[in-house]
């Protein structure tokens, strides 16, 4: 049993309301098929969490979308645009209204967590640095970071704290979209909790739409409003979280049966 990978039982997706719009993906490294054939939608302002086991392809996916991969075959649109159809100057002006933040943070090491936010608006915007720095302030506020980190190197953060200056960054230009991969890990379960929490004001606030690539079932159950599973090179089940339990597939029985799985959903 597998679920349509853009449509749930009884709703039928309405193009304008949809951000994201995959179509017949395949990424292939060598003779290995990550994803064959995936499609997948994201709805306007929806927190959608990806999931599935290793080697599954949800970084490949999130790094397809954004353009760092190249895939084999298929169609993506964002904001209503197939990116491999559009003008450099189109893609880079959709390039703005995204925000990314990667696992590992990826913060320019040599820079302050003040000129790590400033980045996107130095290569992107003419305004001028005094108000760049205004803005990175109000962003690394916005991120729930103390101003004395703004001044701040990443080597001398907290890892709590790196997660927090890189979602920073991916605010920097006032994004309509943000992908996060894996944004928890390696917190404490204290600091996720708290990141999660800032995840869901964020986008309530802000009308965000989120990516959200996670192997933690806290945040699943916190703040998602809608799970995608990969699985075989396909989305195998996507759907609200009570929708998703109910694949009889076994990677998502064992993923949400098991004790974290049920300790999660209590």
């Known amino acids: 049993m597998s679920y349509d990978a853009t449509l749930e039982p009884g709703h039928d997706a309405d193009a304008n309301e949809l951000v994201i719009r995959v179509r017949g993906l395949t990424n292939r490294f060598g003779s290995n098929t990550i994803h064959e054939d995936l499609d997948l939608d994201v709805r306007k302002g929806e927190i959608i969490g990806v999931i599935g086991g290793s080697g599954t392809g949800k970084s490949v996916l999130l790094r397809s979308i ?37 696992q590992d943070g990826a913060l320019f090491s040599t820079l302050t967590v003040r000129e790590n936010v400033m980045a996107p608006m130095v290569e992107h915007t003419k305004a001028p640095r005094a108000l760049m720095r205004e803005l990175a302030d109000l962003k690394i506020r916005l991120a729930g970071l103390e101003l004395e980190a ?113 300790a999660a959903v209590k």
């Open 66 to 102: 954004v353009g760092l991969n190249k895939p084999v075959k298929g169609d993506i649109e964002v904001f209503g645009q197939k990116l491999n159809e559009i003008s450099h100057e189109k893609r880079v002006a959709i390039e703005r209204r995204w925000g990314v933040m990667f």
């Open 150 to 262: 703004a001044v701040k190197r990443p080597a001398d953060l907290s890892g709590g704290m790196r997660k927090r200056a890189a979602l920073a960054r991916a605010l920097a230009l006032d994004p309509d979209l943000v992908f996060l991969d894996e944004p928890t890990a390696g917190l404490d379960p204290i600091g996720a909790q708290k990141f999660d929490e800032l995840v869901r004001s964020l986008s309530d606030a802000l009308g965000l739409t989120v990516f959200l690539v996670t192997h933690d079932l806290d945040t699943l159950v916190a703040i998602c409003d809608r799970i995608a599973v990969l699985s075989d090179g396909k989305v195998l089940a996507i759907g609200s979280m009570d929708e998703v339990r109910k694949n009889p597939h076994p990677w998502i029985q064992e993923y949400f049966s098991g004790p974290r799985g049920r």
